[in-house]
Nanobody
Framework: QVQLVESGGGLVQAGGSLRLSCAASGRTFSNNAMGWFRQAPGKEREFVAAMSWSGGSTYYGDSVKGRFTISRDNAKNTVYLQMNSLKPEDAAVYYC?????????????????WGQGTQVTVSS
């Protein structure tokens, strides 16, 4: 079993920044890609970013490319999402997830463990 716990969400003004963290416990995640997804009310869960097990490859959703940065510290079993230049449309519950595979994926079906999510609210 893997437990994922997100933190760092909150209320921020448009143009501001937040850094989300996702701490993993239980079975190691160092051999697995990790991803971030988000879900706004009434919308489907959307891919945000993913990073391969080694950190050598990263993937971003088109709407966040150039503004968000995913990173990981395998020694701390933690993955991060740095979010800059936030927009009101970035408001959502953000989830981290562990992939079944070593390479990143945009497909949520490739992820087998999910956190409970952390709320991000962006005021205009």
């Amino acid at each position: 079993q893997v437990q994922l716990v997100e933190s760092g969400g909150g209320l921020v003004q448009a143009g501001g920044s937040l850094r989300l963290s996702c701490a993993a416990s239980g079975r190691t995640f160092s051999n697995n890609a990790m991803g971030w997804f988000r879900q706004a009310p009434g919308k489907e869960r959307e891919f945000v970013a993913a990073m391969s097990w080694s950190g050598g490859s990263t993937y971003y959703g088109d709407s966040v490319k150039g503004r968000f940065t995913i990173s990981r510290d395998n020694a701390k079993n933690t993955v991060y999402l740095q979010m800059n230049s936030l927009k009101p449309e970035d408001a959502a519950v953000y989830y981290c997830a562990r992939s079944r595979y070593g390479l990143g994926s945009r497909n949520r079906n490739d992820y087998d463990y999910w956190g409970q999510g952390t709320q991000v609210t962006v005021s205009s």
